[in-house]
């Protein structure tokens, strides 16, 4: 038999130096060949933040947040609607029980106005408390795989709740006309407000969000500490009601001064104690400082132990 030629392997052969030379010739770009590597460094050992990563992964606190509000309503009858109606809810009980019945002081106001204009912050910031505790484990198959700041998690909880403030925030300036308690210049200072009490629920749900990928009870004691801080914080009556020499004390609660202002740039009437005030602002900064100190502690080890 005789013995079979390969044309194409001949010519390849044939063509073997030649082409080797081409390709040695052919310059290929280092970026081609060395694609970007992102190098990712442990935190320094007291406090350190990146800001410039996160303006980087803002898409992905976006998509974070539009998750959280589809999840949230997701295969619900009315939607949106419970953003309303369980605040509505909450209203009708306390008015009755502690406005009519116990005759609880409202500062002049109708108990109604004067228990949803404080109910409206602090709905807030449970729901943005209880949704940062839970991020990390919620999200830790996405921890395990994939690098992005952590802190994102518990910022997303803390962003998706103001969908629904903003739509209680409306019923809450329809009562005010109602009721003939007209919003005035005070209103400008309401994002004020709003905002410390973003940065209370973000300083805490920091907190509670790396003990919870530590230690799992601390999904049971949360709500049990939410309902403590609600009786704490001046919701069902007016903080006039602690003794003067009390009241800066009593404003280390961050919320206290968070309700007060809130309700004051709502209807206008009692305004807060400036020492109440100035104790809330400090305990709210220090509270968010260690909060990001020791989340940002824990986010190195929290993809072995989630």
């Known amino acids: 038999m005789g013995t079979k030629t390969n044309p194409v392997g001949e010519t390849l052969a ?26 990712i460094e442990p935190p320094g050992r007291w406090f350190s933040w990146n800001l410039k990563e996160l303006i980087e992964y803002r898409e992905l606190l976006y998509f974070l947040v539009w998750r959280e509000i589809k999840v949230r309503y997701k295969q619900t009858l009315i939607g949106a609607g419970w953003a309303v109606l369980q605040p509505v809810a909450t209203m009708v009980v306390f008015s009755l029980f502690f406005g009519r019945l116990a005759k609880i002081p409202s500062g002049g106001l109708p108990y109604p106005l004067f228990f949803y204009a404080a109910l409206l912050p602090w709905m807030y910031f449970a729901g943005a408390l ?3 505790t839970g991020s990390v484990v919620e999200n830790q198959r996405v921890i395990t795989k994939v690098y992005f700041p952590r802190v994102l998690l518990p910022l997303s909880a803390v962003f998706s709740g103001l969908v629904d403030f903003g739509i209680a925030f409306v019923l809450l300036i329809g009562m005010s006309f109602y009721y003939r308690v007209t919003p005035g210049p005070w209103l400008v200072f309401v994002p004020l407000f709003l905002l410390l009490a973003m940065l209370t629920a973000l300083g805490a749900g920091l907190w509670f969000a790396a003990l919870n990928a530590l230690y799992r009870d601390v999904r049971y004691v949360v709500p049990f500490l939410i309902q403590f801080w609600l009786f704490a914080s001046p919701v069902a009556y007016p903080s006039s009601l602690v003794p003067e020499r009390w009241r800066t004390l009593y404003g280390l609660n961050p919320m206290a001064g ?5 309700r004051w740039a709502v209807t206008g009437q009692n305004p807060p104690s400036l020492g109440l005030l100035a104790a809330s602002a400090a305990a709210v900064l220090v509270m968010l400082v260690a909060g990001l100190w020791y989340f940002r502690r824990v986010e190195t080890t929290v993809a072995d132990v989630v």
Request: no cysteine.
């Open 14 to 39: 044939a063509r073997g130096p030649a082409m080797r030379d081409a390709l040695a010739a052919v310059e290929i770009p280092a970026a081609a060949v060395a694609p970007d590597v992102k190098r």
């Open 130 to 132: 209880t949704g940062a």
């Open 258 to 262: 968070v309700i007060d202002g809130f």
